[in-house]
C-alpha cells in the first residue's frame, strides 16, 4: 500500500478493458468512430480487423494529433483506415504500470493500449496511473 507498493503494480491493475475499450473495425466511417471516441476520455480509438486473421487485431490507432493533421480534407466522409495511425505502439498487461507511465512521458503520448497476441485486451491512459499514486 506505500510507495514500494505502488512502484509495483502491473498495468492489468488499472487498465481499462471490455466495453469501455473505444474500438471500432475498420471500415468505419469517421463520423461513427468520432462518436465513439467523445463517448470515452481516452483521447483515441482503436481501430481492429473484423476479418480472416486480422479479426480483433489491433491494426491501428487515432488520436487527437491524428484529427487536427486531417481536419483540413473531408474528415467526417472518411473511413478511419484512412485516418489511423497504422501499427500503433503498445504495451502487454504484465509491465509495471511505472514503466507504462514512463515509456508514455518519454514518447509524449497520454494512452497505450493493451494487447495479447495483437488483440486489445484493455487501455491505459496517463490519468490512471496518476490517480493510482504511480509516479
Known amino acids: 500500500g506505500?510507495?514500494?507498493?505502488?512502484q509495483l503494480v502491473k498495468v492489468k491493475d488499472l487498465m481499462h478493458a471490455g466495453a469501455e475499450m473505444p474500438l471500432v473495425p475498420v471500415g468505419t466511417p469517421m463520423r461513427e468512430a468520432l462518436v465513439t471516441m467523445a463517448g470515452r476520455s481516452f483521447g483515441c480509438i482503436g481501430i481492429v480487423g473484423k476479418t480472416g486473421r486480422d479479426k480483433d487485431k489491433l491494426l491501428g490507432i487515432i488520436t487527437d494529433g491524428d484529427l487536427r493533421r486531417h481536419i483540413e480534407g473531408d474528415l467526417l466522409n472518411q473511413k478511419v483506415e484512412?485516418?489511423?495511425?497504422k501499427s500503433p505502439i503498445?504495451?502487454?498487461?504484465?509491465?509495471?504500470?511505472v514503466e507504462a507511465l514512463?515509456?508514455?512521458n518519454s514518447r509524449r503520448i497520454t494512452a497505450f493500449f493493451v494487447v495479447e497476441n495483437g488483440r486489445p485486451v484493455g487501455i491505459l491512459h496517463m490519468h490512471d496511473c496518476v490517480r493510482a499514486g504511480i509516479t
Open 82 to 85: 484512412a485516418v489511423m495511425t
Open 102 to 104: 514512463r515509456e508514455m
Open 90 to 97: 503498445t504495451i502487454g498487461q504484465d509491465l509495471l504500470a
Open 2 to 6: 506505500g510507495k514500494l507498493g505502488k
